[in-house]
């Protein structure tokens, strides 16, 4: 059974930093990509950041510069490192694992930003 555990954020300072890690257990099939999504409340779940089994990345515009997104293929593990934090990345923050034949999710991670 796969499962994603996710880890980090809680509230910060505007302006601040944190970095949350994702690590995936119960994995058999091969790992197409890793990456993190956050969804507000009544808005449909949108990309932070994707990175690829070879190493590739996508970030939402919203986040180029500030965010960077790494992963651990040993480890299974994915990270965002979250840089220069706004009021506006205030959300949910969920992990997702891409196989070849389905998406998989972690339970959600909070990261509120104070201004």
């Known amino acids: 059974q796969v499962q994603l555990a996710g880890s980090g954020g809680g509230l910060v300072q505007a302006g601040g930093s944190t970095r949350l890690s994702c690590a995936a257990s119960g994995i058999s099939a091969s790992i197409n990509a890793m990456g993190w999504y956050r969804q507000a409340p009544g808005k449909q779940r949108e990309l932070v950041a994707v990175?690829?089994?070879?190493?590739?990345?996508n970030y939402a515009d919203s986040v180029k510069g500030r965010f960077t997104i790494s992963r651990n293929n040993t480890k299974f593990t994915v990270y965002l490192q979250m840089n220069s934090l706004k009021p506006e990345d205030t959300n949910i923050y969920y992990c997702n694992l891409k196989t070849r034949s389905r998406d998989y999710w972690g339970q959600g991670t909070q990261v509120t930003v104070s201004s």
């Open positions: 990175i690829t089994s070879g190493g590739s990345t």
